[in-house]
């Protein structure tokens, strides 16, 4: 049974940081991509951050770009985003994502941007406030 589990979401200033952690169990995750996604109140899920499986291949949108990081610890079934300089348009639930068929086969910016995750995560919440 697949299960990814988020973490680390809570309220920041703005211009602060959070690391946000995805504990993945079920599959082996060197093999899959893993991408970080988020979803405002009355808005969209947007991808934010998303991996490759086989070369560590990173995407971010550019409304994160230079300010998030994704990474992964594949021995530890982890995958991270590293959120800095944070704004007030970052509040949302951030959620992890893995995608795991072969067919198609997608780039990370493909993950991110059709939203391709075949398991998902319960979310964590990431409020940006003064």
């Known amino acids: 049974q697949v299960k990814l589990v988020e973490s680390g979401g809570e309220l920041v200033r703005p211009g602060g940081s959070l690391r946000l952690s995805c504990a993945t169990s079920?599959?082996?995750?060197?093999?899959?991509?893993i991408g970080w996604f988020r979803q405002a109140p009355g808005k969209e899920r947007e991808g934010v951050s998303c991996?490759?499986?086989?070369?560590?291949?990173?995407y971010s949108a550019d409304s994160v770009k230079g300010r998030f990081t994704v990474s992964r610890d594949n021995a530890r079934n982890m995958v991270y985003l590293q959120m800095n300089n944070l704004k007030p348009e970052d509040t949302a639930t951030y959620y992890c994502?893995?995608?795991?068929?072969?067919?198609?086969?997608?780039?990370?910016?493909?993950?991110?941007?059709?939203?391709?995750?075949?398991?998902w995560g319960q979310g964590t919440q990431v409020t940006v406030s003064s």
């Open positions: 994502a893995v995608y795991t068929r072969p067919i198609p086969k997608l780039t990370a910016q493909d993950m991110c941007l059709w939203k391709a995750g075949d398991y």
């Open positions: 991996i490759d499986g086989s070369d560590d291949y990173t």
């Open positions: 079920g599959l082996p995750l060197d093999y899959y991509m």
